[in-house]
């Protein structure tokens, strides 16, 4: 049975099939391709991690105490650990694009230009959550208060420099009605990166999502008809936001008040964090209790360029290019099947030793509505 508690996941942003996790007692995973492998890197209460820049070798961690930076071909780590940090369920998050800042979120916010050589203590609090924004990684948005633990007396915070200086921009200016105990987790619209949600644990009714198309100055109540469970964590799609709750995830479309469960055959478990491709169709949630679980399902287009190892399916409803190399490995078994065309590119190999179809043939199950949508959760969202 796969009964891992992931208290977090992370995966590669050039190649998404490779995954680093913190478990709860069973410390640091990681996963190199595409199968149900992760290899055990180091032992005791794993926590987070996050993926250097353009580095899959190389990631961040925190355990236990301490937070250290490991290279995967090596099996080996160093210690980074900012001066007089030695808190429990720290974060570590590599910036997304430059390979020598790391932050480490504790009580206070740290920042590193060395990959933690040195640090800079910026104040304010990633107790609880981190996040950059997608189209902008200059601007980042933090949650926390005095520690992990504590609730009702934190905030959220804004910084428009990589981290330099943060500003606070909650509770103050929630929702009035907002009777919050812990905040759980913030995402940033892809496309804006003054679009923040943020998710609130414990049993406040009505009290679970809001939303700012401001950067934080304003903020909005979007719990509308969620159940009254913590929220763990949210991930946003192109016209979609997700969450994940102590009992499956639910989907909201922009300009709409309903959320609908898309749990699916998921047991019934905290999920702890949720990942979106909307360019190769896969969606991937952690769970603190029955390990990782991944949704495959139809887009439009796909376009395939990385390696590709392990066990991996793409379905397209209209065309399907590839350029890539499927290794000579009896562990790769690839499918690729499109309702309009494959076409395999100069470029491409598929390897003898591996297994490979691609086929023509109408997706096997529903898209999942992630395309691209016109309105946006922002100045003409309906209320």
Not at 12 to 40: M, P
Not at 315 to 337: C, F, H, Q, R, S
């Amino acid at each position: 049975m796969d009964v891992s508690q992931v208290y977090h996941m992370n995966e590669y942003a050039g190649n998404r099939y490779k995954v680093i996790t913190g478990l709860q007692d069973n410390g640091i995973k990681y996963r190199e391709i595409a199968d149900s492998n992760f290899v055990h890197m180091f032992g005791a209460d794993g926590f987070d991690g996050s993926f250097v820049a353009n580095t899959p070798d190389t990631y961040y961690y925190t355990i236990n105490q301490t937070a250290r930076r490991g290279t995967y071909s090596t099996g080996t780590s160093v210690s980074i650990e900012p001066p007089g940090t030695n808190n429990w369920y720290m974060l570590a998050q590599a910036h997304p694009t430059d390979p020598n800042i790391v932050f480490v979120g504790t009580d206070d916010i740290y920042k590193s230009i060395d990959q933690g050589s040195t640090w800079t203590n910026e104040a304010a609090s990633a107790s609880w959550t981190m996040a950059f924004a997608p189209s902008d990684p200059t601007r980042m948005y933090a949650a926390g208060a005095t520690s992990y633990n504590a609730n009702n007396n934190g905030d959220i915070y804004y910084s428009s420099n990589s981290g330099d200086t943060w500003i606070t921009i909650s509770p103050s200016t929630f929702p009035s009605n907002t009777t919050w105990t812990k905040i759980t987790d913030i995402a940033v619209k892809k496309t804006d990166p003054t679009n923040v949600y943020a998710t609130f644990g414990g049993f406040n009714a009505g009290t679970k999502v809001v939303f700012s198309a401001n950067s934080g100055v304003t903020w909005s109540n979007f719990s509308y008809d969620l159940p009254n469970i913590p929220i763990n964590c949210v991930a946003v799609a192109s016209n979609k936001v997700y969450v994940g709750t102590d009992s499956g995830v639910y989907r909201r479309t922009f300009g709409t008040s309903t959320w609908v469960n898309v749990s699916d055959n998921l047991p019934n478990v905290p999920v702890t964090d949720i990942y979106i491709d909307e360019t190769q169709g896969k969606m991937r949630i952690s769970t603190f209790g029955r390990g990782i679980w991944q949704l495959d399902y139809c887009v439009n287009d796909i376009n395939l360029t990385a390696k590709q190892e392990g066990t991996l399916e793409y379905k397209a409803n209209n065309l399907l290019t590839a350029t890539t190399e499927i290794p000579g490995d009896m562990e790769n078994d690839v499918l690729y099947t499109a309702n309009g065309k494959v076409e395999l590119k100069p470029g491409f190999k598929a390897l003898s030793g591996s297994k490979f179809i691609a086929k023509h043939d109408v997706c096997d199950n529903p898209a999942q509505p992630f395309q691209d949508g016109k309105e946006g959760d922002g100045a003409t969202i309906k209320q």
